[in-house]
């Protein structure tokens, strides 16, 4: 049995794609994902399986769509990932609510650091991590009013980036153990 997290994108923001958390922990359950558990209602859920992060991934997608009614795009990290992950984040010294880690699900472009920078605020910085399925991001004045933030779909399309900040990381990962 492995720890895992699935990070949901795009769900409660908003009126749309409302998801909500005991409804998400029973589904993950029906699953068979053992111990699953939530925090906050962003789409965090931190659970343990013995079947691949790949299998868990289709699987979770395919019921997130039947019982909610529409398509979740759903990234799922093993455990000891995401504390390398934690370990090595370069802009770990900045404000960990303008700090974030940007989950992809795949292989991020590899002009992705360089179209960010192009359209960068002042302070903001980028790097992908060594296996470049990992964006660090410092947003450094805010991830709402950076264009870069906005500009990440279109820039990694035809994949997705699921962006969670640094606080919220490190307590995914502290439920994960």
Known sequence: MSARVALLRGINVGKAKRVPMAELRALAGSLGFADARTHLQSGNLVYT?????????DRFATALEERF???????????????EVLAVHPFADGDP??????FGSGPLPESLVNDLRALAREGERFAVDGDGDVLFADFAQGVH????ATS???LVRPGFI????????????DMVG
């Open 145 to 148: 009013d950076s264009r870069a």
């Open 49 to 57: 399986s013995g079947a691949t992060a790949g299998e868990d991934r």
């Open 69 to 83: 009614g529409f398509a979740i795009d759903v990234v799922i990290i093993d455990g000891a990932r995401l504390a």
């Open 97 to 102: 609510k303008r700090v974030h880690v940007g």
């Open 162 to 173: 699921t962006l969670r900040n640094l606080a919220t990381v490190r307590a995914v990962a």
């Open 152 to 154: 990440l779909p279109r």
